[in-house]
């Protein structure tokens, strides 16, 4: 089941982003440092204006969490890009990979993406997740250009876009 997410979500959609974060090191990425993105970090930007987010639920549990933003010129900082939107976050519980809930999330972000006049959606994936990177490939998301190390994580991260 799918629904908005609200501001009773964010610890839950929190922990189960941390958790998806630290399935990074399963990749072999040994300098890999999730962000330090704290519970009320996360909600403020799920909260903030022009932001939204999607939660799945299965058996009243979280299954998963979808979420974009008004896209800036660099991920979370500089001038706002008319019309592109950010997805910050398609993260799914690892019960649910391979179930079709990370797919109802993707189309229920890029639907409300659309809703709202956005021309292009754009988010970021570590090189070294391939099964991400075939799932987004798979959903009509296309890489833009080679990986980018990102220092404050040590790993390298993927653009990708997708026309609205």
Request: charged content about 25%.
């Amino acid at each position: 089941m799918l629904r908005p997410a609200t501001a009773e979500d964010v610890p839950a959609a929190w922990a189960l982003t941390r958790a998806a974060f630290d399935q990074y090191h399963s990749f072999g990425i040994g300098a890999y440092v999730p962000p330090e993105e704290s519970v009320e970090d996360f909600g403020a930007r799920l909260g903030a204006r022009g932001a939204w987010g999607v939660v799945a639920e299965a058996a009243g549990e979280l299954a998963g969490i979808g979420a974009f933003e008004p896209a800036r010129e660099q991920a979370k900082s500089g001038p706002l890009v008319d019309g592109l939107a950010h997805v910050f976050a398609i993260f799914v519980a690892e019960p649910h990979w391979g179930d079709g809930t990370a797919t109802a999330l993707l189309d229920a972000v890029v639907a409300e993406i659309g809703s709202r006049g956005y021309a292009e959606a754009r988010l970021f994936t570590p090189a070294a997740q391939t099964r991400a990177r075939r799932f987004y490939a798979r959903e009509g998301w296309l890489e833009r250009g080679p990986p980018v190390p990102v220092a404050e994580l040590g790993l390298d991260m993927v653009e990708l876009r997708r026309p609205i």
